[in-house]
């Protein structure tokens, strides 16, 4: 018999850090491109799995000692190699008991008609301009999950001013995957502790001033990510020579958007990119003093 003790006994097993299950019924609400109800009608919950990213690995990023293995193992191996792995065992042990499994990894690449912003660890992103609905009582496609909200959903965690979602004992380290399901489990509460107390940490030591009190500039953060900042290691007295806003852009104070991003992206060549990924030049700092943080005031 499938019931929620086993779902989070495999988990662990094949490799998650953490699991919860969400009430299908707390994301009554969501916009339908957000919607898993739009995903499979007759699901009863969400289970939401967390992948730990080794703290050494932003450690190493913060003393400007190594950056290729945050994006490499950190980020590109768990979302695209372990996840999947991990979501198809996941997958089939739900339907082995007759039950649906859509399993929900993070899409990278894509953002819902209508989502300007960007993912900055990736070279580019594809807004689904041209999607439209099959009729009118469908949303158009493709169907993206809010992960953020799924994870509180789900009693993973609560979303930092920064917004990444911070874990218990873990911090802001971790990597997502979901499970939508018909499966009648039982299902855990929506975690209601906030360890954001505005201390606004995250905000002073992004490089790019890309945080602001109440959203995140995904397109500045992209261009930061990318090492536009004058504490980029890789960075020398040639980049942007001659251009009269080199000190703004250098000193985080330009601000970008979609259009001014895209084309200052090939000038921040300082690391080849990964099968697609930004390396990653500003050691995300916004995770780091986080983590620091509730660390000081023994939140975690």
């Not at 290691?233 to 970008?256: C, H, S, Y």
């Given at each position: 018999m499938l019931d929620a003790k086993t779902i989070k006994e495999k988990a662990i097993e094949f490799g998650a850090s953490v699991v919860g299950i969400g009430d299908i019924k707390y994301f009554e609400g969501t916009i339908p491109q957000r919607d898993p109800k739009q995903i499979l009608p007759n699901a009863k919950c969400v289970i939401g799995f967390g992948f730990r990213v080794p703290r050494a690995f932003y450690k190493t990023m913060d003393a400007q000692r190594q950056y290729f293995n945050y994006t490499q193992v950190g980020v590109k191996y768990i979302d695209e190699d372990l996840a999947e792995i991990f979501l198809l065992k996941m997958g089939g042990l739900i339907e082995n008991e007759g039950y649906d499994a859509c399993l929900q990894r993070n899409i990278s690449n894509l953002r819902i008609k209508g989502d300007k912003t960007t993912n900055p660890e990736l070279i580019d992103t594809y807004e689904l301009v041209h999607a439209e609905p099959i009729n009118a009582s469908k949303p158009p496609p493709d169907i993206i999950m809010d992960f953020n909200q799924a994870a509180q959903i789900c009693g993973l965690g609560s979303v930092g001013r920064s917004g990444h979602l911070i874990v218990p004992k873990i911090g802001p380290f971790v990597r997502l995957v979901f499970i939508v399901t018909d499966a009648p489990l039982e299902c855990d509460e929506p975690f209601t502790k906030n360890f954001c107390e505005g201390c606004d940490e995250c905000i002073k030591g992004c490089p790019g001033k890309a945080i602001g009190e109440n959203d995140v500039n995904t397109w500045q953060c992209a261009v930061y990510y990318r090492g536009a900042h004058?504490?980029?290691?890789?960075?020398?007295?040639?980049?942007?020579?001659?251009?009269?806003?080199?000190?703004?852009?250098?000193?985080?104070?330009?601000?970008?958007?979609?259009?001014?991003?895209?084309?200052?992206y090939p000038k921040l060549d300082f690391l080849p990119s990964q099968t697609g990924y930004s390396p990653c030049l500003c050691g995300r700092k916004c995770d780091m003093v986080c983590y620091k943080h509730l660390k000081e005031i023994n939140a975690l």
């Open positions: 004058k504490s980029n290691p890789f960075m020398t007295d040639d980049f942007l020579k001659g251009d009269p806003e080199r000190e703004a852009i250098i000193n985080g104070d330009k601000v970008f958007d979609r259009e001014s991003a895209r084309a200052i």
